[in-house]
């Protein structure tokens, strides 16, 4: 069965990893659309051993297009999501837009695959958060088995995850600081080179930032409403892979050993985790992997059932394109489409 599949923002980050891994994973493409803004109209895009002319988004028409990935920001998403479902094509968006509405289901494969069937009530399905999809995939098989009632999380996540220009700023206040440059923050609100700022998103009311409460906000809908969850979102001078200090309390006991045997298992997730042999991943060598790694699985001695542990992913992945063409080929394997 070959598709016909549009990217939207195929210019970004995201957009271009989406091209990458269709082609990767053997997508079953008929036809693949590069989209993005008018300004991008021409420009050309890798896709596997073939060059695909960006596309304007604006004046193009979603008729006879099966799948559209979305990777342009929640206000095109909230635009131009509802026109391509209404023209028939099923939306799997990547901002933030859909994610909280409760006819939009929010899918990471490995973990709530089920709720997939509920995309029909307005033809979208949305990607969660860079930060939730690689928690989510480590919860979920332990809470099956000892089930979870708080989280506590500490992200250091990479400045990919803000984009191109976030990704060139580290770049160049980093030569600066070499250079005797001063360097000028632009995307972030601090110097971001040599530097670790505990600001993600717009802060809220209650104190916490928006990246805070969308991590305990997606793990109430993907795994349980029921778990607890605070977090502490930080952006660290790293490109690209985004790293979470993770400790768990569970509602009976668990032993790393047996963590250990479960996660061993659980898809999506290697486990690479023996200390005295200086055995954990960290997001450079994260890079380019789909797989979520787990390194450090430990007893939190401060709890009654508590383990802590090491949770890193290529955010661009993982966290975003792959978890994204994982969806659509869940709608494949489900026999969703058409």
Same mark, same amino acid.
């Given at each position: 069965m070959g598709?016909?599949?549009?990217?939207?923002?195929?210019?970004?980050?995201?957009?271009?990893?989406i091209?990458?891994?269709?082609?990767?994973?053997?997508?079953?493409?008929?036809?693949v659309?590069?989209l993005?803004?008018?300004?991008?109209?021409?420009?050309?895009?890798?896709?596997?051993?073939?060059?695909?002319?960006?596309?304007?988004?604006?004046?193009?028409?979603f008729?006879?297009?099966d799948?559209?990935?979305?990777?342009?920001?929640s206000?095109?998403?909230e635009?131009?999501?509802?026109?391509a479902?209404?023209?028939g094509t099923?939306?799997?968006?990547?901002?933030?837009?859909w994610?909280?509405?409760?006819?939009v289901p929010l899918i990471?494969?490995?973990?709530?695959?089920?709720?997939?069937?509920?995309?029909?009530?307005?033809?979208?399905?949305?990607?969660?958060?860079?930060?939730?999809?690689?928690?989510?995939?480590?919860?979920?098989p332990?809470?099956?088995?000892?089930?979870?009632?708080?989280?506590?999380?500490?992200?250091?996540?990479?400045?990919?995850?803000?984009?191109?220009a976030?990704?060139?700023?580290?770049?160049?206040?980093?030569?600066? +600081?070499?250079? &005797?440059?001063?360097?000028?923050?632009?995307?972030?609100?601090? @110097? /971001? !080179?040599?530097n670790? *700022?505990?600001?993600?998103?717009?802060f809220?009311?209650?104190?916490?930032?928006?990246?805070?409460?969308?991590?305990?906000?997606?793990?109430?809908?993907?795994?349980?409403?029921n778990i607890?969850?605070?977090?502490?979102?930080?952006?660290?001078?790293?490109?690209?892979?985004?790293?979470?200090?993770?400790?768990?309390?569970?509602?009976?006991?668990?032993?790393?050993?047996?963590?250990?045997?479960?996660?061993?298992?659980?898809?999506?997730?290697?486990?690479?985790?023996d200390?005295?042999?200086?055995?954990?991943i960290?997001?450079?060598?994260?890079?380019?992997?789909?797989?979520?790694?787990?390194?450090?699985?430990?007893?939190?001695?401060?709890?009654?059932?508590?383990?802590?542990m090491?949770? +890193?992913?290529d &955010?661009?992945?993982k966290?975003?394109?792959?978890?994204?063409? @994982? /969806? !659509?080929?869940?709608? *494949?394997?489900?026999?969703?489409?058409?």
């Open positions: 598709l016909k599949i549009a990217v939207v923002g195929a210019t970004g980050n995201v957009g271009r990893e091209l990458n891994i269709l082609d990767e994973r053997m997508f079953p493409c008929e036809e659309v590069a993005a803004s008018r300004k991008s109209i021409g420009r050309e895009l890798s896709y596997g051993d073939k060059l695909l002319k960006v596309r304007d988004l604006e004046t193009y028409n008729s006879g297009t799948i559209a990935l979305f990777s342009a920001g206000k095109i998403s635009k131009y999501g509802p026109i479902a209404k023209s099923v939306v799997i968006d990547n901002s933030s837009f994610r909280y509405h409760d006819d990471v494969p490995e973990v709530n695959p089920d709720a997939i069937k509920d995309f029909k009530k307005r033809g979208i399905i949305a990607n969660p958060n860079c930060s939730t999809a690689q928690l989510v995939v480590v919860l979920k332990l809470h099956d088995i000892a089930k979870i009632t708080r989280v506590v999380v500490s992200t250091y996540q990479s400045v990919s995850g803000a984009g191109n976030a990704m060139e700023e580290l770049f160049n206040q980093t030569k600066g +600081v070499f250079v &005797n440059q001063a360097p000028e923050p632009e995307n972030f609100t601090r @110097q /971001i !080179a040599f670790v *700022i505990p600001h993600i998103d717009v809220m009311d209650d104190g916490y930032t928006k990246e805070e409460w969308k991590m305990l906000s997606e793990t109430k809908k993907i795994v349980d409403k607890k969850l605070t977090a502490t979102c930080v952006r660290v001078p790293v490109f690209v892979g985004h790293s979470e200090a993770v400790n768990i309390e569970f509602e009976k006991s668990i032993s790393p050993e047996k963590a250990r045997s479960i996660l061993r298992k659980a898809p999506g997730v290697m486990l690479v985790d200390p005295e042999d200086e055995k954990y960290t997001p450079l060598e994260c890079v380019g992997e789909y797989a979520t790694f787990v390194s450090r699985v430990r007893v939190d001695s401060t709890v009654k059932n508590g383990l802590s090491w949770v +890193v992913s &955010n661009l992945r966290g975003a394109a792959l978890n994204a063409v @994982q /969806i !659509a080929e869940l709608l *494949i394997n489900k026999k969703l489409m058409g």
